[in-house]
Nanobody, 126 residues
């Protein structure tokens, strides 16, 4: 089992940057695929990015490609989401998720992840 705690959210102007962190407990962090999802008010939770524990391959939703970068530090049990060139439409609660079973084909599906953090608010002003 793993527990996840996100941090790094806040208020930023359009064009600015934020770096989200997700600290995980548990000794087998390096066995988990880690994902970032977001949920805006009145909308469904959507996939943002994910990084697999096998080979470190990554995946991004189209709207953040070239602006966001997901990375992980297995020694620190932490996954990061570097967000650059932020837009007002990036405003949402951002959640970190983990699971050992997701594949390249399923890593964008929120229901594939068993473990979730409490979320961190990101607000981008225009």
């Amino acid at each position: 089992q793993v527990q996840l705690v996100e941090s790094g959210g806040g208020l930023v102007q359009a064009g600015g940057s934020l770096r989200l962190s997700c600290a995980a407990s548990g000794r087998t962090f390096n066995r988990y695929t880690m994902g970032w999802f977001r949920q805006a008010p009145g909308k469904e939770r959507e996939f943002v990015a994910a990084i697999r524990w096998i080979g470190g391959s990554t995946s991004y939703t189209d709207s953040v490609k070239g602006r966001f970068t997901i990375s992980r530090d297995n020694a620190k049990n932490t996954v990061y989401l570097q967000m650059n060139s932020l837009k007002p439409e990036d405003t949402a609660v951002y959640y970190c998720a983990a699971d050992t079973r997701v594949t390249l084909g399923t890593m964008s599906r929120p229901y594939e992840y068993d473990y979730w953090g409490q979320g961190t608010q990101v607000t981008v002003s225009s």
